[in-house]
């Protein structure tokens, strides 16, 4: 649903994680927003940016409502202020296991295989398929065990394992990278 905004979006985005938090102050009645079926916990959120290369549209962000709070300030004037975090967040909710085994044993894997795995066993937890994955090679295989990891720091993890120079990042789609170091920089 679109609704009206008081104010500009702002977030950070970063390499080694993802979209951090944005702060929507929603021009809505306090006490009718539509609380717990549009404006509720853990529904997913996204932002658009639309200009003349986009007049449809650009997704540039993809997160889930963490926090919302009706208001009425001491001029009278109204909203709801909603807190969203960026879909890494969920990453730290819940551990890399397999079947009630707190332990995932890879032998001789391409580090990219185990990431997609982590994001795979994320997605039989969320549903939805909220992250995808590109699916690039890193070039050279790996034996780890995961012991007690959550997703986040087993993708950590293994990032660590690829090497020197290996970074990740999920984006406004949900995509997972996980991606070497360019030669030369990327100015996007």
């Known amino acids: 649903a679109t609704t009206m905004r008081k104010n500009h979006p702002t977030f950070a985005s970063r390499l080694n994680g993802?979209?951090?938090?944005?702060?929507?102050?929603?021009?809505?009645?306090?006490?009718?927003?539509?609380?717990?079926?549009?404006?509720?916990?853990?529904?997913?959120?996204?932002?658009?940016?639309?200009?003349?290369d986009n007049p449809r549209g650009r997704r540039i962000y993809r997160g889930f409502i963490s926090k919302y709070e009706p208001y009425i300030d001491s001029a009278g004037i109204e909203g709801v202020k909603v807190t969203c975090l960026g879909l890494v967040s969920l990453l730290s909710f819940s551990y890399y296991k397999t079947g009630a085994a707190y332990e995932v044993v890879h032998t001789?894997?391409?580090?990219q295989t185990i990431f997609q795995a982590i994001i795979?066993?994320?997605?039989?937890?969320?549903?939805?398929?909220?992250?995808?994955?590109?699916?690039?090679?890193?070039?050279?295989?790996?034996?780890?065990?995961?012991?007690?990891?959550?997703?986040?720091?087993?993708?950590?993890?293994?990032?660590?394992?690829?090497?020197?120079d290996w970074w990740w990042k999920v984006d406004a789609d949900g995509l997972c990278t996980l991606s070497a170091k360019p030669s030369s920089a990327t100015h996007t």
């Open 108 to 111: 001789t894997q391409d580090p």
């Open 18 to 52: 993802g979209l951090g938090q944005v702060i929507l102050d929603l021009d809505l009645p306090f006490d009718d927003f539509d609380e717990a079926v549009s404006i509720n916990f853990m529904n997913i959120v996204d932002i658009y940016a639309v200009d003349e």
């Open 120 to 164: 795979d066993h994320f997605n039989t937890i969320f549903g939805g398929s909220l992250l995808t994955y590109s699916t690039s090679s890193v070039g050279t295989t790996v034996t780890y065990t995961f012991t007690d990891k959550k997703w986040i720091d087993a993708i950590k993890k293994t990032v660590e394992l690829a090497g020197t």
